[in-house]
């Protein structure tokens, strides 16, 4: 089937009006000036940023988000490295140099001032807004790449809102150096890796990030009137770009396989370790090791069912793995740390269920109850008109209730009027004053007693 031209030309001018970046896209020679400026960190530049590194290490500290937050709305760390990215752009080989100068002093100032704070804070202990900077996984580096998109195109137009606060936000890259600190404060060497790891994971894809959008809003490329000069220049930033993105693109598969593989481990744990008459209390899984140990409470599973399981783990691409099953409490291996945190955690979820269905329950019957609340106002508003429509009436009381019939079991709910007369009227009356309850009641189902 041939396409109509048309239609594809009506495409590339919808797709035009509405993606293309360059429309906005404010003066190259701003955008670029804009960016070098953000490179320097000298002056009030540089102690801003050991203020938001204070108070960053101070919101990690005592566990509070808006002082992270803050710190990362403060911080100047995003300057010199979308400053690379736009050099390796530009073919920029000075201004990737200063970049990257400029990175690695900001790097050691912050590390150094967070160290010093958690030398002398009072506060020891890491929270878990701490440890959650220790661990970078694949979302870190989607972060990092979407954030340093937003950014550049936000330098790169005439309005460019709130989108800067919001990416240093999202990318967070003074919390992860603050982490840092406190590895070396505290000498966790574990705790220092792995926020620095996520630092450097931050940096180097939003630095791509830069260079993709650089390239894609054809920015003004510099150019050399030594030829040669310009190939050695090229060569160098290629070397250096390649140098710094190796090792981040290795990491960044190591983190793929990572995460990859602790959703298989936790799909087979839910999937094929749920034995009866025994509760799971801890979960590990070890990436490295390629090992998965759980400790069982209840009991005991037999053998047998352990070895089936064990053959399972091929199914869910664990075929190298190690399950290790630990039964009881009287085994050295088990963490018990762990597990208590693991029981809080299951506590606490058990206790949040039943509160809400307590909850469900308490507005269940107080809907009932003012069922029952309004019948009695119901009974008082009638008495009036009733009054003048069947005089001799001396009472009124109108109610909900349930009725079984005792041939089926079948239970209806219906509304009972009991009413008191001198004397009792005539059936036509009767079947007037019948109506009437039906119609100021809204329903058909009454049942109306006559004393």
């Known amino acids: 089937m041939k396409t109509d031209p048309r239609n594809i030309l009506a495409i590339k001018a919808f797709l035009k009006e509405y993606f293309d970046l360059r429309k906005d896209k404010e003066d190259e020679v701003k955008t670029v000036d804009s960016i070098r400026k953000g490179v320097e960190f000298k002056g009030a530049n540089l102690w801003i940023l050991i203020f938001a590194v204070f108070m960053a290490s101070l919101g990690l500290n005592v566990n509070s988000t808006a002082v992270i937050i803050g710190a990362m709305l403060i911080s100047p760390l995003m300057g010199p490295i979308m400053g690379v990215g736009l050099s390796i752009g530009i073919n920029d080989f000075e201004l990737m140099k200063r970049s990257l100068k400029s990175y690695f002093i900001t790097t050691m100032f912050c590390v150094i001032a967070a160290t010093i704070y958690f030398l002398f804070t009072p506060i020891a202990e890491a929270r878990s807004e701490l440890l959650a900077r220790t661990s970078p996984s694949i979302y870190d580096v989607f972060i990092a790449l979407l954030g340093g998109m937003a950014g550049v195109v936000a330098l790169s137009t005439k309005e460019k809102g709130n989108v800067i606060p919001g990416v240093a936000i999202a990318t967070a890259l003074m919390p992860p150096l603050c982490t840092a600190g406190y590895g070396l404060a505290s000498g966790n060497l574990a705790y220092f890796i792995g926020a620095f790891y996520l630092y450097f994971i931050n940096s180097v894809f939003i630095s791509v990030a830069t260079l993709i959008g650089v390239r894609v809003m054809h920015f003004q490329r510099k150019q050399f009137v030594d ?167 001396k009472s009124v009381g109108v109610s909900r209730m349930l009725e079984t019939n005792v041939v089926n079991m079948k239970t209806d709910t219906i509304e009972v009027a009991l009413i008191d007369f001198d004397k009792k009227p005539a059936n036509k009356e009767l079947n007037k004053l019948d109506e009437w309850l039906k119609a100021r009641l809204k329903t058909d189902n009454l049942k109306l007693i006559i004393n």
Request: no cysteine; proline share 2%.
């Open 227 to 393: 030829k040669k000069r310009e190939s050695n220049v090229k060569k160098y930033i290629i070397l250096i770009a390649i140098l710094t993105m190796a090792p981040a693109t290795y990491l960044t598969i190591d983190i793929i396989k990572s995460t990859f593989y602790d959703s298989e481990a936790n799909k087979f744990i839910n999937q094929q370790l749920n034995f009866p008459d025994a509760i799971m209390v801890d979960r590990t899984i070890n990436y490295e090791k390629k090992e998965i140990k759980v400790v069982l409470l209840g009991k005991e599973v037999p053998e047998a069912s352990i070895v089936i399981a064990r053959d399972m783990l091929k199914n869910y691409k664990l075929g190298d793995t190690k399950l290790v099953i630990l039964q009881g409490m009287n085994d050295n291996q088990v963490d018990v740390s762990s597990m208590r945190a693991l029981l809080m955690e299951d506590f606490y979820i058990n206790s949040e269920q039943r509160m809400l269905e307590q909850g469900k329950h308490i507005d269940k019957l107080e809907g009932e109850l003012h069922v029952y609340k309004s019948y009695d106002e119901i009974s008082i508003s009638l008495i009036d008109e009733m009054k003048v429509l069947f005089p001799g009436l």
